[in-house]
């Protein structure tokens, strides 16, 4: 007779892998209608003006910065979504994180460039307008097109939030807090202190908090699709060190410590919803986030 414990961990595994790909697909959807419009950009802006030398290097720098590195980390991540890789699409992506935060930080002088260079510029203005007026457009101008960087990663942060938020079971834990970014997500294993049973749970870390979650019963008639969050921990003075395991491979050992409570205890990486993603990651994700908010207020950069 077939264990019922390991069945209804079948189920739910198996719900949770079509979350996943209904997930995996609106990213997809969403990534080819962002790359359509930076293509914009590139093809009708970029290319031609350093073709044409209309600006000179510097100028052309300033007002487009990296994005053709952010074109191309797109593009492959909508080459791992084709492939139905999530997992590790979004762990590569996550290495784009500084383009993007380097992006935020230049667009106040990207505008001001952008604005003298079109009152000063005669040959760029008209070049501006022209390209503009071309169908592909559909009315946006420049200005707008710059925009969409920073205004997809502020609706990225939301939507997972959001999600976040929905996934829990109640009403008792905010996720949705102004200032507050989404890190990453994944099932691990802890390890209890006083040498108990290894329990698997569901953690989302965020730039001010980790939650610990697991999943309600299968067979419960309103939250079976839900995770109960069993505890939320504040990142301000938490630490994170590497136990064991030294290698981009699966497994190792992180110690988590927060001073304020009575602490996370150890964790032992084992993402088991995307293989392929290393306990590296967890670790490299848990540094950034405690660096930052020990240094200031933190923000994916």
């Known amino acids: 007779t077939a264990d019922p414990g390991v069945s209804l961990c079948c189920y739910q595994r198996a719900r949770w892998e079509r979350k996943r790909s209904r997930?995996?697909?609106?990213?997809?959807?969403?990534?080819?209608?962002?790359?359509?419009?930076?293509?914009l950009v590139l093809t009708y802006f970029v290319t031609i003006l350093k073709a044409k030398g209309t600006l000179k290097p510097a100028v052309l720098e300033t007002i487009f910065g990296p994005l053709e590195s952010l074109y191309s980390a797109s593009h492959v991540l909508s080459l791992h979504l084709?492939?139905?890789n999530l997992g590790a699409g979004l762990e590569n992506f996550c290495q784009s994180l500084d383009l993007?935060?380097?992006?935020?930080?230049?667009?106040?002088?990207?505008?001001?460039?952008?604005?003298?260079?079109?009152r000063k510029n005669k040959s760029f203005r008209r070049f501006k307008k022209l390209q503009e007026t071309r169908p592909q457009f559909q009315g946006r101008v420049l200005e707008d097109l710059l925009c969409l960087p920073l205004q997809r990663l502020h609706q990225e942060n939301?939507?997972?939030?959001?999600?976040?938020?929905?996934?829990?079971?109640?009403?008792?834990?905010?996720v949705l807090t102004p200032g507050r970014w989404y890190i990453r997500e994944g099932w691990l294993l802890v390890v209890p202190s006083k040498g108990e049973e290894l329990k698997r749970r569901m953690f989302f870390l965020f730039s001010d908090i980790l939650i610990a979650a697991k999943p309600c019963h299968p067979l419960h008639p309103l939250n079976s699709n839900k995770l109960s969050c069993q505890a939320v921990y504040p990142l301000q003075?938490?630490?994170?060190?590497?136990?064991?395991?030294h290698t981009w491979s699966q497994g190792g050992l992180l110690s988590v410590?927060?001073?304020t409570c009575e602490g996370l205890g150890q964790v032992l990486s084992n993402w088991v919803s995307y293989p392929g993603i290393s306990r590296l990651g967890?670790?490299?994700?848990f540094h950034k986030v405690t660096v930052g908010l020990s240094n200031t207020s933190y923000a994916p950069n």
């Open 23 to 39: 997930t995996a697909k609106e990213l997809l959807e969403t990534e080819y209608k962002y790359l359509e419009q930076l293509d």
């Open 82 to 84: 084709e492939k139905g």
């Open 100 to 118: 993007y935060g380097h992006y935020a930080e230049n667009l106040e002088q990207t505008n001001k460039t952008l604005k003298e260079q079109v």
């Open 158 to 174: 939301s939507l997972q939030l959001l999600r976040v938020q929905k996934l829990l079971k109640g009403q008792k834990t905010q």
């Open 237 to 245: 003075q938490c630490s994170v060190d590497k136990v064991f395991g």
């Open 257 to 259: 410590s927060l001073p």
């Open 282 to 285: 967890w670790f490299w994700s």
